[in-house]
């Protein structure tokens, strides 16, 4: 068995539990077995002095979960409900975590996860983007942004350079501007990873 890797990243409140949701169903309707990881992002009240130490841990723990979960052989594709592009984000922003150190942690997080598995076509990240109107109209009250629009639109600067300075070759991101818009991207998102 061929174990693949879907991050699922991006924003809040763009849906990326939804769409995981559904490209879980897709994926075991044609007989694959899927593990879903949903990775919390650091609480914004941490500590200055042990943000990175908790950094860390999570990347030792990712990295041990991924490759146990991998040599377990029973997953076809493990999918991971956010990645570390959301630390390069949210660390600066909301932790007082300097840049360069977080560049340097997903680089190497990249290559180890990129070793872990057979070849680099078995890693793929997926983006999901929204404009600043729709994510205001979706909010939850727990993105870190807290309704303000000069902080999503830093966010969504700074994902876009997130994605573009991971090493992971099988990427793709989308925009989400509209509730209806996870039914139209599902095929696009099937047809880059099946």
Same mark, same amino acid.
């Given at each position: ?52 130490? !908790? ?38 922003? !909301? ?28 890693? !793929? ?56 818009? !996870? ?12």
């Amino acid at each position: 068995m061929v174990t693949k890797l879907i991050i699922v990243d991006g924003m809040d409140n763009t849906g990326k539990s939804t769409l995981i949701a559904r490209l879980t169903k897709v994926l075991e309707s044609l007989g694959n077995t899927t593990i879903i990881i949903h990775s919390q992002k650091p609480p914004k009240d941490i500590a200055p002095e042990d943000t990175s130490a !908790y950094q860390h841990k999570y990347y030792l723990d990712l990295i041990n979960m991924l490759a146990t979960l991998k040599s377990e052989r029973k997953y076809d594709y493990i999918i991971l409900d956010r990645g570390w592009i959301s630390e390069y984000v949210y660390g600066p922003l !909301y932790r007082n975590r300097g840049k360069q150190e977080i560049v340097e942690d997903n680089i190497v997080l990249d290559k180890k996860v990129l070793s872990l598995f057979n070849i680099p076509s078995d890693v !793929y990240l997926i983006m999901l983007l929204g404009s600043t109107k729709f994510l205001l109209s979706r909010e939850d009250g727990k993105s870190l942004s807290d309704n303000d629009e000069s902080l999503i639109e830093l966010e969504r600067t700074e994902f876009e350079k997130g994605y573009y300075y991971s090493l992971i070759d099988k990427k793709i991101y989308y925009e989400v501007d509209s509730d209806n818009e !996870y039914i139209e991207i599902l095929p696009d998102v099937c047809r880059n990873i099946l």
